[in-house]
């Protein structure tokens, strides 16, 4: 009886952290609030928020209650990447079909299970291959569903395919777990059809380096969510990893971080 409840506290015991409330679910329902605060145009949608929170938007300080959120988008396909560990996530949300298209990336960092850091990269038809559209029909077509427990990577191995891809721009010896197939969405373009043979081995430049990387991982999915400088352009790439290798590769690339701002004040 007596050993029967320690070891009852003893298994509750490590959950009492600063974390004690990140759980899937915790971050799953803010994720959430993010989109609807997205859709709705009303950032007080988005919860739990901390008082000081830093809101940053294409890696510059921005007003919170002025930013994307308070532009109400229809949002077309919303993914979240929801790391625990670091009780942060990483959201991709694709607007489409409303009068103005943009693709944006959010990285949301819990403090005190309140939201205390978000990074928004916000793409529109200015940016690098935009095309929403395109974006959308790609997007909707590839799985990122749940991997099965047993063929899960550890958040080790999907950070270093990650990191090994990033490396390859600036060191062309870099050996990078390819996956075959292997599919990019560099904007709204796709490095292949869908099909068997898809690379995303194409295109790679050299002598650029990425840096300042910031990582969202999420092990049940296979997924990284890095916030990067492209040299100096704001940047996200994202990646599905299976079994160690690259399956899909999602990158955001914002050309124009004013032209965001400047289309806004033009409706
Ligand atoms: C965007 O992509 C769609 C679907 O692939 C295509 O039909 C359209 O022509 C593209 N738009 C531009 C401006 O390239």
């Known amino acids: 009886m007596l050993s029967l409840t320690l070891l009852a506290l003893w298994a509750v015991g490590p959950s009492f952290t600063w974390a004690a409330d990140c759980t899937r679910e915790f971050l799953q329902t803010a994720a959430d609030s993010l989109v609807a605060a997205q859709k709705g145009g009303d950032p007080t949608l988005l919860q739990p928020v901390s008082d000081a929170l830093v809101y940053r938007e294409n890696f510059a300080d921005a007003a919170f209650d002025s930013g994307i959120l308070a532009s109400a988008l229809p949002i077309d396909h919303s993914r979240h990447d929801l790391d625990t560990t670091q009780c942060a996530t990483y959201t991709e949300l694709i607007s ?6 943009r693709v ?11 939201v205390s850091k978000i990074d ?3 793409t529109g038809p200015d940016d690098w291959l935009f095309n929403a559209t395109s974006t959308l029909d790609w997007a909707s077509k590839e799985n990122w569903d749940v991997i099965p427990e047993a063929d ?3 958040r080790e191995v999907i950070q270093a395919a990650a990191d090994a891809y990033c490396d390859i721009f600036s060191d062309k010896s870099v050996v990078v777990p390819w996956g075959h197939p292997c599919a990019r969405l560099e904007g709204g373009l796709y490095t292949g059809n869908g099909g068997p043979d898809d690379r995303c081995d194409v295109g790679i430049p050299s002598g650029v380096s990425l ?3 910031r990582y ?5 999915v296979g997924t990284v969510s890095v916030f990067l400088s492209f040299a100096t352009i704001p940047d996200s790439h994202e990646f599905r990893v299976e079994k160690g290798k690259l399956r899909f590769v999602h990158t955001l690339t914002v050309m124009t971080a004013k032209g965001n701002g400047a289309s806004k004040e033009r409706r």
């Open 96 to 101: 489409a079909t409303g009068v103005e298209q």
């Open 104 to 114: 944006i990336g959010v990285q949301m960092y819990f403090t005190d299970n309140t």
């Open 120 to 122: 928004a990269l916000v």
């Open 152 to 154: 899960r990577d550890t």
């Open 211 to 213: 840096v300042d990387r």
């Open 216 to 220: 969202v991982i999420d092990e049940t």
